[in-house]
């Protein structure tokens, strides 16, 4: 596993040992900026004889790793606001995950925009920093006011801009008049094309009739995607350390239960990877950790665990459950559940449809098997007919009635021979003989046919002794001929 440098193995290694649950990879390469592949998390063709449940089978649900596609346009200079405020952390892991060279990020510049510019600066100014060249790309504004947005000015040449939003549990409609603030900056600007955003401590957010006109706000600034990531009350936890569940934000589905938690690293990791995939494009998600018996119980945890288990990197894992998730899951086992019921309980229709298809396929073969028989049949009679007519040519030989060639005489009694096997073939394999009474008219026609064959092989060998005995007088000639010569 590729840890990144922000994460202490110590503590990761910790927190597996306390939760059980897998630790995710947290390589960044798997993105593929050239190729858009967000259906490839779509049900598999079921075909009725490959059925299975994917709640039994999640290995065989889970396809394998692909690359994911990248947005495009994820380059120049990204502006990051609502962060390195507070003493108690540096808050440079968001600007290292945007400076993380195995990403598909391309910044050539950051702008750090903060409430104290001098701290913030000392805050950034480390030595892993340095190490990594975002010092190089770094670049610190000071607000107006604390805690007050960018200027249209500010944001100038700015293409990105990452947000973040504490929500004051005692006026949380502050916190979506931020999210409508920030729209209307974008808009002024013209130049953002991209806007991700993380509101945290978002479980005090309840009204959401409020919400959604928030969200409409940001999805009516024209050609700029917007991202919006909504967490509980942020905490230390380790990244990974806890399975989430997804669902949409301004939903009953997406309101987080007062005092639900979130981590820190896992939320940074979130809203940098959905700004970084085309499948975050113009959502707003709502990431709640799994905690107790949901992380054994719910469809989330078990999906995320069989992804991680099938070597998914974290974005490829969160495209996943961006793209297909736990409702692509639940459609494929009631797909399931349907199929099996449609088998085990088919409508009259589907009975009537299924016993014409046997019936038609049980003819088929029996068509097939007739055919083959008769084919078979054919054959071995044909071979035994070549015996006889073979053991009576040389019976006939032997007797001296006969003296043409072997292919001649089987030419004539061809017919007698196919008869004669046709017994055989019949008496092997104890077949009873159709006896079919003749007429008159067919009985003398056979008779006849008979009479015909008998002369005719008669006459063959007629013609050849005749020719046989020419053929040695005129051998006798020749002797006599010679023995004049000798005479003389």
Request: hydrophobic fraction near 35%.
């Amino acid at each position: 596993i590729n840890e990144r440098t922000h994460i202490a193995a110590s503590q990761s290694s910790l927190g597996m040992a306390l939760t059980g649950f897998l630790e995710p990879d947290t390589r960044d390469w798997m993105y593929d900026t050239k190729r858009d592949d967000r259906g490839s998390g779509t049900i598999r063709e079921m075909e009725r004889a490959n059925v299975f449940n994917p709640e039994d089978d999640l290995e065989r649900y889970i396809d394998t790793p692909e690359s994911v596609a990248a947005r495009h346009n994820i380059d120049g200079t990204v502006l990051v606001s609502g962060w390195v405020n507070s003493k108690e952390r540096s808050d440079q892991t968001v600007f290292d995950m945007l400076n993380d060279e195995e990403s598909p990020f391309k910044f050539s510049k950051i702008i750090a925009f903060v409430d104290d510019e001098k701290f913030a600066k000392k805050r950034l100014l480390s030595r892993s920093a340095r190490y990594s060249g975002l010092l190089d790309k770094l670049d610190v504004q000071g607000a107006a006011t604390p805690g007050s947005l960018p200027t249209a000015e500010a944001l100038e040449g700015v293409t990105s801009w990452v947000a973040n939003i504490e929500v004051d549990s005692e006026n949380p409609g502050a916190a979506l008049q931020t999210l409508k603030d920030i729209a209307a900056v974008a808009t002024e600007a013209t130049c953002v094309e991209n806007v991700s955003v993380l509101i945290s401590g978002a479980s005090a957010i309840n009204d959401l009739t409020a919400a959604v006109d928030a969200i409409k706000s940001l999805d009516a600034v024209q050609d700029m995607a917007f991202t919006v990531v909504a967490v509980g009350d942020i905490d230390e936890k380790d990244e990974g350390s806890r399975p989430y569940c997804v669902e949409d934000f301004g939903t009953a589905e997406g309101v987080i239960a007062v005092g639900a938690t979130f981590s820190r690293a896992e939320s940074l990791r979130v809203v940098t990877e959905c700004l970084a995939l085309e499948s975050g494009i113009d959502k707003a998600l709502t990431f709640k950790e799994m905690t107790g018996e949901e992380i054994s119980n719910s469809t989330s945890s078990t999906l995320i665990k069989g992804l991680r288990q099938a070597g998914y990197t974290r974005p490829q894992e969160i495209n996943h459950m961006l793209v297909a998730g736990v409702k692509n899951f639940t459609k494929t086992v009631d797909a399931y559940n349907k199929m099996l019921n449609d088998i085990e309980n088919p409508s009259e229709e589907k009975v009537a449809a299924a016993k014409e298809a046997a019936e038609a396929e049980a003819k088929r073969e029996h068509i097939e098997l007739t055919a083959r028989k008769l084919k078979e049949r054919e054959d071995e009679t044909k071979e035994m007919a070549m015996e006889w007519a073979q053991r009576e040519y040389f019976k006939n030989c032997m007797s001296g009635d006969v003296v043409g060639t072997e292919e001649q005489f089987r030419e004539i009694v061809w017919d007698q021979a196919m008869e004669e096997a046709d017994k055989k073939f019949r008496i092997m394999n104890r077949i009873e003989v159709e006896v079919v009474e003749l007429t008159d008219s067919e009985k003398r026609t056979k008779k006849i046919e008979e009479a015909s064959a008998l002369r005719a092989r008669k006459n063959l060998s007629s013609n050849l002794k005749v020719f046989m005995d020419d053929d040695d007088d005129d051998g006798d000639d020749d002797d006599d001929l010679d023995d004049d010569d000798d005479d003389e």
